[in-house]
């Protein structure tokens, strides 16, 4: 039997080698020259391929779309991704934070090893063949490189593995869409997952230009119910970086139903309410603001910089008003920055067009894995072990749905 996967990111690829250890023939076609280009991309700052943490809390990870992810990570999770990488003769360890990373922290000789285990396989790469839909007679449609011409595959079974839509140059752009919807396949809309955000209005032209680029340390942000430290990063419109993608999906929410989110930094968050009062009124006698708020806070540079970017002066002059906020600095931000900008999407494909095997209803035979699903996650290794884990689910269930296929 013939199964054709669409998509060489990490879903396609694992779900190719699940098929092909299984015996099948398996045929992987990609548009791009390459496969894994964001896999590789996703390796430039440390490959993170799960994280080590409780089954429960890493589950919950997955917000609304829990109870669904939970039973992909059931069959293949945390500790079934280190173990594949060790087979490919790639060590993992837990980084301090908990999170799993490849020893080397890159993706190139994992991928490598990968790619070679397919190959022995026996799997057949066909890159630079872009999925452009289906045929009357309901084959698959390719655009190969040589121009217009188009290759059909009549295969037996297929796992779409097309990722979402962000960084379309490295291959997955959202293209797929209208083409699952005219076959009746509910798609929830792809939006912006772990993303930077415009501030309203924008910074001035003081403050983008000095400190675009420049980190906020030990911080934290309160939003909501959400509050947690960590660090993030001032853009020339906005802010992005880790802290800022753990809330982005309450932002984004926020933003699409009342069109602006209103966050807080505490740009102290060692140092109770109290202290900060007291270091601030603390007299100053001839010594400017900035020296006073350097030598009793320590605080300067980018902190000290965003007080006077969004506190106006009369807060400013005031030593209880100026010590609250720099507990809570408000800060309204616009817009996430576009889907092309973002780590991950959110929205794909409804779970409700899906059946347990991961097989769409309105199309027998034809499976989905990994980002094009309409599932989301912050940072921290969630996004790869979700796409590695549906990619498994996926081939399992084209293994099934071919057997049942079989003549007895
Ligand atoms: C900068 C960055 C850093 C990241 N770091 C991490 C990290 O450390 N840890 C983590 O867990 N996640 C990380 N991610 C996210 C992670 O890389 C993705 O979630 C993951 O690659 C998605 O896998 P996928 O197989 O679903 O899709 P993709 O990796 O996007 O692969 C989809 C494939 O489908 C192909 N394709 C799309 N449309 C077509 C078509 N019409 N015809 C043919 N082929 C098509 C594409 O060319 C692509 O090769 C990072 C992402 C970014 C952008």
Not at 162 to 179: E, F, K, T
Not at 180 to 200: C, E, H, K, T, Y
Not at 241 to 248: F, I, P, R
Request: one cysteine or more.
């Amino acid at each position: 039997m013939t199964v054709a996967i669409v998509g060489a990111g990490p879903a396609g690829l694992m779900a190719a080698q699940v098929l092909a250890q299984a015996g099948q023939a398996v045929d992987v076609f990609d548009a791009m020259p390459s496969p894994g280009r964001k896999f590789l991309l996703a390796g430039r700052g440390g490959l993170n391929l799960t994280h080590s943490e409780p089954f429960d809390a890493f589950a919950a990870r997955y917000g609304e779309r829990q109870p669904q992810v939970e039973r992909w990570l059931r069959s293949f999770g945390p500790q079934a991704v280190r173990e594949w990488a060790g087979e490919l003769g790639i060590e993992t360890f837990i980084g301090t934070s908990g999170r799993v990373f490849p020893v080397g922290m890159k993706a190139t000789p994992l991928l490598r090893a990968w790619l070679q285990r397919l190959h022995a396989q026996g799997v057949q790469f066909h890159m630079r063949h872009r999925f452009t839909g289906w045929s009357q007679d309901g084959s698959l449609r390719f655009e190969s490189a040589q121009g217009a011409q188009s290759v059909v595959s009549h295969a037996h079974a297929v796992v779409l593995a097309l990722g979402g839509a962000s960084w379309s140059r490295l291959g997955s752009d959202g293209a797929w869409v209208p083409w699952l919807q005219a076959r009746g396949v509910p798609i929830a809309q792809l939006q912006p997952a772990n993303s930077g955000f415009d501030v309203r209005g924008g910074w001035s032209g003081y403050f983008g230009s000095r400190f675009a680029g420049q980190p906020f340390k030990s911080v934290a942000i309160r939003f909501g119910s959400f509050h947690r430290q960590g660090e993030f990063v001032a853009t020339a419109t906005g802010i992005e970086g880790s802290l800022v993608y753990a809330v982005s999906a309450l932002l984004r929410e926020q933003i699409r139903s009342h069109g602006s989110a209103r966050l807080e930094i505490d740009l102290l968050p060692a140092r109770s309410p109290q202290h900060v009062l007291r270091e601030v009124a603390h007299p100053r006698g001839s010594r400017s603001l900035a020296t006073h708020l350097k030598s009793r806070l320590g605080l300067d540079g980018i902190k000290l910089a965003l007080l006077h970017e969004v506190l106006p002066p009369q807060v400013i002059a005031d030593p209880a008003r100026l010590a609250a906020a720099i507990k809570q600095v408000p800060l309204v931000l616009a817009a996430a920055r576009p889907i092309d900008e973002a780590i991950s999407t959110a929205g794909g494909v409804c779970l409700q067009a899906l059946d347990e095997q991961l097989m769409l209803r309105a199309l027998p035979g034809v499976f989905c894995a990994g980002e094009m699903l309409d599932w989301e996650a912050p940072t921290g290794g969630y996004l790869l072990q979700a796409c590695f884990a549906t990619g498994v689910a996926a081939a399992e269930g084209a293994l099934a749905w071919l057997s049942a296929a079989t003549p007895a």
